[in-house]
């Protein structure tokens, strides 16, 4: 079974702290792995795509990377505004389109 | 910036009501998708559509539920009778490609049913 598992659920972070969000997958055929950032209460916005084990991806304080079997999204150097949920989400192939399987999210709260 | 808008943003109902939730997509956009995301849970796949036809769907997706894009513009979901289980936040997405991850959301439409 298609599967995506985040870790940790939660994190809090003091502004300037550097850490890792890590996402690991369970899939047969990787399409695609992807990025989204969730703000409370919205719809998710795309951050990142990664297709293949090596490929990274940088924007701003972000950065994803990928290997067989996960995925980690850097944060350096956070800021308040960087406080979201961030999900990962895996592309499936089904019919005419694609489809997303995402993990449950990580919650990042920056203090200042 | 195109945005994809949904309403309403949040609707009340009693179960055993129908609810219809709508959807501008980007409208150079060719395919389109219903989400759901129940409180406190990941967000889930509902259906796909594509061509003025559903192209997938999850077993979440029953007879309960139908989508359509009745004026080249909107597309919308309907739940015929609403339970209980229904109540969480649905996400319309539209993307420009066939098969992409790269989806653009709208704000999603709350829907609570008592």
């Known amino acids: 079974e298609d599967q995506v598992t985040q870790s940790p659920e939660a994190l809090r972070l003091q502004e300037g702290e550097s850490s890792s969000l890590n996402c690991s997958y369970t899939?047969?055929?990787?399409?695609?792995l992807f990025w989204y950032r969730q703000d409370p209460g919205k719809g998710p916005e795309f951050l990142f795509t990664?297709?293949?084990a090596g490929e990274e991806k940088e924007k701003e304080r972000l950065k994803a990377t990928l290997t067989k079997k996960e995925s980690f999204l850097h944060i350096t150097a956070p800021k308040p505004e960087d406080s979201a949920t961030y999900l990962c989400?895996?592309?499936?192939?089904?019919?005419?389109?694609?489809?997303?399987?995402f993990g449950q999210g990580t919650t990042l709260q920056v203090k200042p | 910036e195109p945005e994809v808008t949904q309403t309403p943003s949040h609707q009340v109902t009693q179960m055993g009501q129908e609810v219809i939730l709508r959807c501008v997509p980007i409208s150079n956009h060719l395919y389109f998708y219903w989400y759901r995301q129940i409180l406190g849970q990941k967000v889930e796949f509902l259906v796909s559509f594509y061509n003025n036809e559903i192209s997938e769907k999850s077993e979440i997706f029953d007879d309960q539920f139908s989508v359509e894009r009745p004026d080249g513009s909107n597309f919308t979901l309907k739940i015929r009778s609403t339970k209980l289980e229904d109540s969480a936040m649905y996400f319309c997405a539209s993307s420009p490609d066939r098969v992409t991850g790269e989806l653009f959301f709208g704000e999603g439409s709350r829907l609570t049913v008592l």
């Open positions: 899939v047969s055929g990787l399409r695609g």
């Open positions: 990664l297709y293949s």
């Open positions: 989400a895996v592309l499936i192939y089904s019919g005419n389109t694609g489809k997303l399987i």
